[in-house]
Each structure stands twice: as C-alpha cells, then as structure tokens.
C-alpha cells in the first residue's frame, strides 16, 4: 500500500497541514483556521479522508538544544487526540526554524500591519511550515527523489 502522509504544524488557534505521497514533494493545504477547535479537527478528518492518509507527521517544538519546551505539552495532548480520532501513526518530528524557512520560500511579504493580520488569519504560513517539516522528514529517510 503507498504512503501517503499529512505534515501537521500544530498552533492552538491555527493547525498548518500539508501533503506528501511516496515520490517525495510536500505541498502546503489549506490551515485548519475555524475559531472552534472541533471544527479543526474536523478538517483534518476531511484532508485524510480524501487524500488516505497512512501516516502523520506532526511538528514537535524541541528547544535549539534539542530539549523538550512547555510547549511540547500542549502538542502531546493534541497528539493523543489525533490518535485517538484517527488512529494512524504519528511520527514527532523537530519543528526548529520551519516558520522562518518558510517565510523564506514562500508568499509575499505582508505590506502593512493590516496584511500580515490577514496572513496570518489565513494559516498560510503554517501550511507552508508543515510543507518545510514535512519536507524535512522525508528527505531524511530518503523518501521520494
């Protein structure tokens, strides 16, 4: 059966996803942005449904050293619930500087403050970082070209 894999750049208001199969290019989704953080999961349900998803692959917030922060809690829990609704495999992976390379590789830069509220309402900076750590991940287990 191929993979086919969901890149997850989790934030408590905003959840980055992206998307992979077996040839190896990750490609940014549509953010789960809903204010309700049901209605979230409930698009992350509808993307595996419609791509069979067969993997996660879920950005882990270690410090620059490689330690667990506060934050790693908080993805824990949202783990267990991605577990529990989805029962797919999830593999935690270091998320470090994925919001700023991708900020490097993607979209133009907000002009105004007004913009950049826009922007980030939008997820789309988030999508793009799951795509980044997605990327990350497959190209260090050699998945794809």
Do not use: W
């Not at 905003?14 to 698009?43: K, W």
């Not at 609704?85 to 470090?96: C, M, Q, S, Y």
């Amino acid at each position: 059966m191929a993979k086919v894999f969901l890149g997850i750049d989790y934030g408590s208001r905003r959840v980055g996803l992206s998307h992979a199969d077996e040839l190896g290019f990750a490609f940014p989704l549509p953010a789960a942005v809903a204010e309700d953080p049901e209605m979230r999961f409930a698009q992350i349900g509808k993307e595996i449904t419609r791509l069979k998803v067969t993997q996660l692959v879920l950005g882990y917030p270690l410090s620059v050293e490689g330690e667990r922060t506060k934050r790693c809690d908080e993805v824990d829990v949202f783990a267990a619930e991605l577990n529990r609704r989805f029962h797919l495999p999830i593999e935690k992976v270091d998320e470090a500087l994925t919001s700023q390379a991708a900020d490097d590789i993607g979209g133009r830069k907000p002009r105004s403050a007004k913009e950049r509220q826009e922007q980030a309402r939008s997820g789309e900076r988030d999508s793009r970082a799951a795509a980044v750590l997605l990327q990350d991940y497959l190209n260090s287990r050699g998945i794809g070209a």
